[in-house]
C-alpha cells in the first residue's frame, strides 16, 4: 500500500512497480489535470483499489472508465464552484445511477468529520 504523504504528487507518474494493489490518496485533493496524470502513468494502470479525494465528480467516470486493473475505488467529492454542484446525497445517487457504466455498483456512506463532501464507494463487477 503506498501512502499520500510518502511522495510528492506530480512527481507519482515516474513511479513504477510491477504490482499496486491500493493506492491510499484521501489526504490530498486532485484537481482535473493530477486526475489525468494518474490515469496515465503506470502507477494508475497497475492499481486496483485507489482511495481519492477530488473536485469534480464528472472524474470518476474517467478514471473508471480508463484505469484498466480496477476493482474498486473510494471517493471524497469535495465541491468547489468550478465543478458541477451536487446539493443532497439524494442528487448524487441519482447521478452516480444514471453515469456510471452498468457494469459498477455504488454505495455512498457519511463521514462525520466531513460536512462539505460526499464520500462513496464503486465497485466494478
Known amino acids: 500500500r503506498l501512502y499520500d504523504d510518502d511522495i510528492e504528487y506530480k512527481p507519482f507518474s515516474n513511479l513504477k512497480h510491477d504490482s499496486i494493489r491500493c493506492l491510499d490518496f484521501e489526504h490530498y485533493t486532485f484537481n482535473r489535470e493530477e486526475c489525468e496524470i494518474l ?23 474517467q478514471l473508471i472508465n480508463q484505469l484498466r486493473n480496477l476493482r474498486s475505488i473510494k471517493i471524497c467529492l469535495l465541491q ?4 458541477l454542484l451536487i446539493s443532497s446525497e439524494n442528487e448524487l445517487n441519482d447521478w452516480l445511477t444514471l453515469h456510471l457504466p452498468s457494469i459498477c455498483d455504488f454505495r455512498i456512506y457519511h463521514d462525520a468529520m466531513r460536512f462539505s ?9
Open 39 to 61: 490515469i496515465h502513468s503506470q502507477l494508475g494502470q497497475k492499481c486496483e483499489v485507489p482511495m481519492l479525494k477530488i473536485k469534480h465528480l464528472d472524474d470518476i467516470l
Open 80 to 83: 468547489d464552484m468550478d465543478s
Open 117 to 125: 463532501s460526499y464520500n462513496f464507494y464503486v465497485w466494478i463487477r
